[in-house]
């Protein structure tokens, strides 16, 4: 999916986690944290271009850094559920939540899309979530549709914590 679909699906973690904790003032800066881990799996999108220039002893890399796969895989999850639950629960309970969902949401909504995602990597077998006729390209339909839902999702929350957002209560602090 593109950029701006993965950063406003990945926002709308902050919803489930607002179903676990009591949030209030931390929902905006939530809301961009969802956004950001959303988008780091695609970091291996443009470290892979960097690669394919190298080879030799760089080829050891080339899974880890192929696009849609180790970054986007369970393990990847894995490892951010654990480094994110060691080093920032301690900041905000619901921080690591709020980051694995985010960034668990990127390579879900990958999997409408035709290419399929590596989610068992090692493994370097390509998995698509629905079958092959509905898949959609980026930027396609489907991710014009997740756009907007997500779009949609943050309005709702804007609307759920009102004062978080008015020009006024901005304006006090
Ligand atoms: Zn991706």
Redesign the pocket.
Known sequence: ?SGKT?AVVGANAVWVAALVYPLGNEVPVLLAIGALAALL??I??TSAKIHYMGSGALGVFRGVFH??GFF?SFLAISIIAILTQLFLSSYHPALPMVMILGYAS??II?GFNKPG?EYFFPWRKRIRLLPKWLTTPVNGVVDQLLFIAGVAGIVFLMTTYSDLFSVANVMLY
């Open positions: 999916m993965h799996p695609d291996d999108a696009h849609r986007h990127h390579p990958d995602v």
